[in-house]
Structure formats: C-alpha cells, structure tokens
T-cell receptor, first 115, second 113 residues
C-alpha cells in the first residue's frame, strides 16, 4: 500500500544545533516528494520539493532534503536551527503523477527549539 | 504570502446547516486542491480541480461538494453539517495538474456547534 511515515511525532533541539526530520514512503516507483512547514494558526508553506534530478534538494530558510531511493526516504535537514523554526513539519508525497495529484501527508513532526 | 486567498477565515455555524468556503488560486495557477485538517484525521485530501474539471477525489463525504469556476476560483460546499466537520479547511494551487499543491492558503477554520 502507498503510504508516507514520519516516525517522530515530537522533536526538541537546542538553538544552533543541527536538525534532521525523518520521512519514509512506501511506493513502487519514485514519487514526487515535498516538505511543508506549518506555524501555529497558519497555512502550510512549501519548504522544498523533489521531482527528479539531483537527489539533494535545497529549500527556503536554509533547509535541505536528500532523496535516498534505496531507503525510500526523504529526510529534511538544517545545519543550525533558529528559534523561529519551531513549528510543525509535514512530509508529503504525490504517488500518482499525470493529471491526478493526490498529495498524501505524513502525520507531522512538531519541532520545539530550546534557547 | 502564497498568493492563495481563502475566505472566510473563520466560520461558526450550527449542525445541519450549509456553508460555502471560497478559494482564489495564485495568479496563473490552474489547479486547485482542497484539504481538511483535523486533530484526529490529520491532513486529508478532499478533491482536486484542474481548469474547471475534477481530476482527483480523496476522502470527500457525499455531503460535501466542490467546483471550480471559469475564473478559476473554487468553492467547497459543506452541507448537513455535523460536529465532526469542525476542522481547518485548506485550499492549495499549482500550475500543472501533476505537480501537486505547491501553494497553500491560510485556511478557513470551521466550527460546528
């Protein structure tokens, strides 16, 4: 079955520390991959996306993600976290390409940043 | 600012009522998506339109319907509302139909009392 998993519900890091948020998917082919961030009371903002090509993707706000086909993963990283990065992060996957794009979201990882 | 506009921001209504949520996609985007976000269900895909035509359907209840108009704005109609329909409803848009929703609005928070 097609699915996307974010194994960490809640992560706490210190400001200035590095961050890695995990995302795994289950699918027979290479899907389109996305990371979104949602601040409290706000909509979702696209951080980065992967459709094809270079497996290391740079996004906004200093985030990057690496697609690893062998591990069916698309982990989000940031070398140095800022207090303003505290938010909920969603990995999302489009399993069906063509004209139907059912974007399936993971359950989210809530990031807390301590000063 | 994503360029996607959703109105109203908040909506409070009673059970059994009907409401309409409106979405204006980012300029130039032909594809519109609707999502429901609730505490127990997370983010659920409801429906996708591309240039006025329905392209994909997700977990959308029969009491819910949507359409995309010639000017590309979209409306999500929710009828016979139940307490469990209380949620945040997001609209998103993108240019090509297969890209997935790239730009999200800030959502409409629906409270059913």
């Amino acid at each position: 079955a097609q699915s996307v998993t974010q194994p960490d519900i809640h992560i706490t890091v210190s400001e200035g520390a590095s961050l890695e948020l995990r995302c795994n998917y289950s699918y027979g082919a290479t899907p389109y991959l996305f990371w979104y961030v949602q601040s409290p009371g706000q909509g979702l903002q696209l951080l980065l996306k992967y459709f094809s090509g270079d497996t290391l993707v740079q996004g906004i706000k200093g985030f990057e993600a690496e697609f690893k086909r062998s591990q069916s993963s698309f982990n989000l990283r940031k070398p140095s976290v800022h207090w303003s990065d505290a938010a909920e992060y969603f990995c999302a996957v489009v399993f069906n390409t063509g004209t139907a794009s059912k974007l399936t979201f993971g359950t989210g990882t809530r990031l807390q940043v301590t000063l | 600012d994503s360029g996607v506009t959703q109105t109203p921001k908040h909506l409070i209504t009673a059970t059994g009522q009907r409401v309409t949520l409106r979405c204006s996609p980012r300029s130039g985007d032909l594809s519109v998506y609707w999502y429901q976000q609730s505490l127990d269900q997370g983010l659920q895909f409801l429906i996708q339109y591309y240039n006025g035509e329905e392209r994909a359907k997700g977990n959308i209840l029969e009491r819910f319907s949507a359409q995309q108009f010639p000017d590309l704005h979209s409306e999500l109609n929710l009828s016979s509302l139940e307490l469990g329909d209380s949620a945040l409803y997001f609209c998103a848009s993108s240019g090509a139909p297969g890209q997935g929703p790239l730009h999200f609005g800030n959502g409409t928070r629906l409270t059913v009392t």
